[in-house]
């Protein structure tokens, strides 16, 4: 079992519903369902993907995707968004989030680190 192994157990044992898809020259993209969001988004909830890249965990994750139709509640779209860059290898239309992680350290982050930071994000509406 490697560290994407072991990673993906503890995210799953933490939030449930976790689908994961290995993507050639890109790593294994992650799919958590119905994330729960707070009032100023237009939906109760929205689906999350991200990215554990090649060399994951020293290389460390980078930017996350949500629905394509998620926008605040005013209609406008969120900060730090575009609609038209999807993740490499993968066909589905969604909504990324230029959101990084700084700093990360490969000896005591994990997909939950990330996904934490993802919840962050996504807990401002803006």
Sequence with gaps: MGPIDLHLERLRARIGDVTVQEVAG?????RISAVTLPTGWNKKST???LVAPQGYPFAKPDCFWADLDLRLANGNIPQNTQINNPIPGVPDAMLWFSWHVDPWNPNRDDLVTWFTLIKQRLSKPQ
């Design 47 to 49: 689906h999350i993907s």
């Design 26 to 30: 890109t790593g294994w993209v992650i």
